[in-house]
Structure formats: C-alpha cells, structure tokens
C-alpha cells in the first residue's frame, strides 16, 4: 500500500512538472545597456555632426555618445541608437527648442537631391505643455532644413501623441518659404497616421479623441525622403498600417498666391502676421538644403517646461522630455 501510494505522488509530481513545462508564459523583452558607440549601429555618422539638449556639440561622432542624450541601447539582441532631449535645455540660435539632433555637414540643392531613411520607434513624447498648442507633446524625427535666405524648413516629420492616449499621430510639415518678409509664413501639415497638427485640445484640461489608425509608443516605423530633380518623395510604412506616399515640388511653389492657401490656413487666426502669406513661386530652388535626424522637441520651453527650473533630471524625472530610437538610417545623393 505504501509502494502503491509513492508511486502516485512520483506520477503526480511529474504530471505537474510536465504540465508547468509545456505551458506558455508571456516573454518579457529584456533590454540592456550596449557596449559600442552609435557609429557602430548607424554607420554613416562620419556625415553628421550633432547638437544634444544640454549643448553639447561635437563635428566628429566616431566612438562619441554622451549618458542621457545620445547612446546605444539593446533591446531583444537589436542594437538601437538613442536620442533624448529635455524640454528646457540649450538651443540653437535660431529656436527656442532643445533637440539632441544630427546635423548634414554636406549641403546640397533641390535640383541635385539627396536621400534620408529611418527606421525607429518614439519611445517617450512630453507628458507636460499646453494642448491646444499644435506642437505640444510632439517631436521631429527627421527634416530637410535650409542654409540660405530665411533658413526655413520645407521638411519636418513629426510624432505626436496626448497623455493618456495609447496611440499617437504621424505627421508632415512643408513651411513655406515667402520672398522678402517671412513672417507670413506658415505651414502646411499632412497626416500619415493618425492627426495632422490642427488636431488640438479646447481647453488645457482635456484631450481630443484618440486617432484610431495611430501610432503606439515603441511602435517601429519607417520614413524615406526621397529628392530627385527638385521633386521631394515621401514613403512612411509600418507594420499593421497603410502604406503611405507623398510628393511635393520644392523648386515650385504650390502656394504662390492667396487663392492657393488651403482653406485651414486661411481660416487660422493670424499670430504677429502669419498665416498670411504666399510662397515665391520658385519655392526653394536657389537655396543649399540638408538633412536633419534625431530627436527635435517640440514642447516650446516658453511656457510649461520652466516648472521644473530648466533642471533636466527634474524634467526627466517628471516627463518632461522626448526619447527616440533608431535601428537603422541611411543617406544618400
């Protein structure tokens, strides 16, 4: 009776073993801290140099990173560069805006072209700033910016996504570039994925609906800017969403006179003049062009981002920043 009882609990022992064994438990993911630098992930760094959201600037990017700003990270043994800026931080001369972002050092014209592809995913966007600001809670992942005349920006890819929401917004800005006078200018915003930039909240204390057809934080995409004899092409894919393409002249303005404004833009109210003016009809043709990739926050420092004193542990600590991560780019002629 004994040996008999014994050998039930042996097989019920192993029963149970067998059963644990055989039943599928979710995976966690793990990520860890890389040992190379990002030139050895994205090798075409020797073409950029960079500006981080502390102020920091380096020409020169083999075996450069710096902790809390521009690294490499692993995640499920894929090595990603990371890009993280504060909303408060040191800017460029010419925006109000931190960014720890690269910079082309070769500039080229429209008519010559270039080409910039990304592949990444936006891991954190600001959780503070006001929401019926078009550029709250968003950052540029990557932008065509011009060296010449008013030095606007007939490119910027944005992502965008209200706290709270699960899924966030993909979107394109072409700025127009006026002769003489720029402070009519403005631009104009195209959804991807999701809202454009005229989406905005009523009031400080609520949000629109989430976009159905959005981007999740941690969700990879992929963008490629194509230029070819003064033709910008835009190509965005992920997995799970439509394809999307786009093309816009930049050597010929769409927008040259009024009756040419899109109806959103001549209904916005003007701010200090814009919204009101037209593009010279030869757009960007005579300006020398480059490319921008990385992570550009959009959350104006003017306004919420001085809570936390300009101090970026704070603004860390409290949500106050952008983070990106790239697996893969590539640029071209």
């Known amino acids: 009776m004994q040996t008999e009882f014994r050998l039930l609990i042996t097989f019920l022992v192993f029963l149970s073993f067998f059963s644990c064994s055989n039943t599928a438990s979710p995976q ?23 500006l981080l959201g502390d102020g920091t600037r380096s020409k020169d990017l083999k075996s450069f990173q710096k902790e809390n700003f521009f690294y490499t990270t692993k995640e499920a043994n894929i090595d990603w560069v990371v890009y993280k800026a504060p909303n408060a931080g040191i800017t460029s001369k010419t925006s109000s805006n931190t960014r720890t972002e ?11 072209g270039g080409k910039l592809t990304g592949t990444l995913k936006v891991m954190h966007v600001s959780t503070s700033g ?32 209200f706290p709270g929401h699960t899924k966030g917004s993909v979107f394109w800005h072409y700025e127009i ?7 009519g200018r403005w631009d104009h915003s195209i959804a991807v994925w999701g809202y454009d930039r005229h989406t905005v909240s009523t009031d400080a204390l609520s949000y629109p609906p989430e976009p159905q057809d959005g981007i999740a934080l941690g969700e990879e995409f992929s963008y490629s800017v194509d230029v ?16 999307k393409h786009f093309t816009k002249s930049l050597i010929q303005s769409d927008f040259s ?20 003016g037209v593009e010279q009809k030869e757009a960007y043709a005579n ?22 004193g300009r101090d970026i542990k704070k603004q860390y600590a409290n949500g106050a920043y952008v983070e990106v991560w790239f697996k893969e780019a590539s640029l071209g002629g």
């Open 130 to 161: 006001n929401p019926m600001k078009g550029s709250a809670h968003s950052v540029v992942v990557g932008q065509i910016h011009s060296a010449d005349g008013h030095e606007n920006e007939p490119l910027k890819i944005f992502y965008k996504k």
């Open 287 to 308: 300006e020398l062009l480059y490319f921008k990739q990385g992570a550009y926050n959009q959350t104006n420092p003017k306004n919420g981002a001085k809570t936390f």
């Open 102 to 112: 690269l910079h082309q050092k070769q500039y080229w014209k429209a008519a010559q």
């Open 177 to 183: 570039n006026p002769e003489g006078d720029n402070s």
């Open 228 to 243: 070819q004899d003064g033709i910008m092409h835009l190509s965005f894919t992920s997995a799970g969403h439509e394809t």
């Open 257 to 276: 006179t009024e009756a040419e404004l899109p109806e959103v833009i001549k209904k916005a109210p003007a701010r200090k003049g814009r919204h009101k």
């Open 28 to 50: 966690k993911i793990e990520v860890t801290e890389s040992s190379i630098y990002p030139h050895e992930v994205i090798p075409f760094m020797d073409q950029w140099k960079i």
